[in-house]
């Protein structure tokens, strides 16, 4: 591969870390718990995505292994926050606050 | 360094210090552990970028996989109440202040002694590349924990026997309503499981000669039993097959260690022509105890729904509430 | 110009576009007004996004093994995040019970873009 | 910067943020993920020590990062293990707070 490859490797890995940073505005922001949880998803697809990056990066294939078992893994969060969990509505609109500190009365 | 490896790191290095105190911080503490989650996720891209891809395995199973679901779980058993934390849940106050000022002392202390060391210091791992030869695999990290250091490897086993041991010892929880069986939950388990025992399989065999190993093969294979336990509950409770099952690990390991005792080199210390197969048979046993330790840290105890008086199966006849029953450790 | 380089730059273009998705799946699951159709946006980055850099890199992989490699992790991705996504958005419809999503902007035509 | 230095650095945030949280929360769980960022710091400082071996040795310190590998293990257990204990605090006592964290009023 031409040598200019790797930099650009390195800015697409650095620029999906870009696009975590913002799926964590959403995480940050709710509103309901289903939101947080499929912000989540979201990273979990960009942290494999820079995995494969870094892999060509740094000519290191074991990383792709690494990727595969993010790659298995993504969705047990997921699904044990569906069984247990499952999406609320929220007790607020646009939580900005606290949702369930409210009864705390700390 | 390449600027634009480094813009990377900052990124990265931004990234997981703002998770951090956000899931430390954050009041609604459903928010804060989906906050840890991928503060996990991004924590094995840390691990690749220090050389570390053993670590990123094992944080990548456990960091994305385990660690969320058990927190998941225990929010859920709490209940909207239990899950309520307070408004600014590190909310400055004197006391805590004293407890701040302590971590920022031990933070400059240990910042101080940061920038005092060496940019560069040879470590161990020079004998530890050269003793590779011996050792019966060419993965250093594999060598490290199965036989330069197979005492601590030894005891973790026995850590995590003790930590399902004590989870077994308190009295059963109540179980929680069961939502109606999901087609697709089962779709996902009848796809996933098979392919996470391969990937685990495979690790284990690679970790010989690549980053792998029986951690993170267990750390895998504990993650498919989670969701086994999501599409169609287990019952794990301590019945003499789990029981055996779980203490394999530790037996296999202390079998060979007593082994090599008896018949010569020390205990733990193995025969350089045998290694290689030693290593790979307590690494088998090793992984299946830790994967079904960790499956039953997740299940736990749980008392049957309707008629709590009534264990639901034989094998949780311990479980009576309201009787610590020290028959369950043994 | 070098077979290598015309490869190099297509297999870039893959990645750069596949940038593209995953920027417009961070942007959409930000600014869509409602989780639905932010599920709608987040497909977009797994599917495609995920799809075109895992394409690039197949470009340069240096064995057969590695290419299975790459499509297996991006077929599992498009697996589990379409199943995960399946589970919350069922979870949110029984959440809010008929009405299909609690947004106040129309909650009909945001359904019918998040499919 | 160097590698080893950023992303020891980082590793000393955490364990201050991890140790403060620990220590000063009142929520059990909120302790426990105090104790994990805790956990995190240290991993961090020792594979960013292990990572200085680049450029003496082939590859970095391998006996810093088994030692890591068998302390994310037993973390996660250690993990389980008070979230269990959490939890039957919590339908024991209805708190999900140690005895002397609990004021009048509060759950």
Partial sequence: ??????????????????????????????????????????????????????????????LLDVALVLALLACVAGAVFVRRIGVQPPERDEGRGPTRATEDGS | MAAEVQVFDAVLVVLLLWLGWRALASADLFKAVVQFIVFGLLLSLAWVRLGAPDVALAEAAIGAGLAGALLLDTLARLGRSGAADE???????????????????????????????????????????????????????????????????????????????????????????????????????????????????????????????????????????????????????????VRAVVVLGFAVFLAVGVATAVLGGGLLTFPPEHAGAIILVIEAAAMLSIALIMVALFVGRERAPSDAGIPDSAADA???????NPGAAP | ???????????????????????????????????????????????????????????????????????LVWLLVLFASSVACYLVARSALRAHGDAPTAAPEGPDEDTRDGR | MSLALLYGLAGIALVAMGLYAALAARHVLRRLLGLNVLG????????????????????????????????IVVAVSATALG?????????????????????????
């Fill in chain 2, 318 to 324: 311990s479980a009576v509430p309201g009787a610590p």
């Fill in chain 2, 87 to 241: 408004a600014r849940p590190l909310g400055l106050t004197p006391a805590r202040t004293g407890i701040a000022l302590a971590a920022l002392g031990l933070a400059a202390l240990l910042v101080a002694s940061a920038l005092a060391l060496p940019e560069r210091w040879p470590g161990l791992a020079e004998p530890a590349l050269q003793q590779l030869r011996a050792s019966g695999v060419s993965n250093p990290v594999t060598a490290t924990l199965l036989n330069y250091r197979a005492w601590d490897t030894l005891l973790e086993v026995g850590v995590l026997m003790l930590a399902v041991l004590g989870v077994w010892i308190l009295e059963a929880e109540p179980a929680l309503p069961r939502p109606a069986p999901d087609p697709m939950l089962g779709l996902l388990l009848r796809v996933l499981l098979p392919l996470t025992v391969i990937v685990a399989g495979y690790l284990l065999w690679v970790g010989a000669h690549a980053p792998g190993g029986a951690f993170q093969g267990a750390a895998l294979l504990a993650a498919g039993g989670v969701l086994w336990h999501l599409a169609r509950p287990l019952s794990l409770g301590p019945s003499p097959v």
């Fill in chain 3, 1 to 71: 110009m070098s077979g290598d380089d015309v490869r190099g730059a297509l297999s870039l273009l893959l990645i750069a576009a596949g940038m593209l998705f995953f920027l417009a799946g961070s942007v959409g699951v930000l600014r869509l007004p409602d989780l639905l159709s932010r599920l709608h946006a987040l497909t977009k980055a797994d599917n495609l996004g995920l799809g075109l850099v895992v394409l690039g890199l197949m470009l340069q992989a240096d064995d057969a093994f590695e290419v299975l490699r790459l499509l």
């Fill in chain 1, 1 to 62: 591969m031409p040598e200019w490859m790797t930099p650009a490797l390195w800015i697409a890995a650095a620029a999906v870390l870009g696009t975590i940073a913002l799926g964590l505005v959403r995480v940050e922001r709710g509103p309901s718990n289903g939101d947080r949880m499929l912000a989540a998803q979201l990273l979990g697809t960009g942290a494999v995505a820079v995995l494969l990056l870094l892999a060509r990066a740094t000519d290191a294939p074991a």
């Fill in chain 4, 83 to 107: 979230l269990a204990l959490l939890r039957r605090m919590h339908a024991h006592d209805g708190s999900p707070r140690l005895p002397e964290d609990r004021d009048a009023g509060s759950p």
């Fill in chain 4, 40 to 71: 995190s710091g240290v991993f961090m400082m020792l594979v960013a020590l292990a990572s200085r071996t680049t450029g003496i040795a082939t590859r970095p310190d391998p006996v810093p990062h088994a030692m890591v590998l068998t302390g």
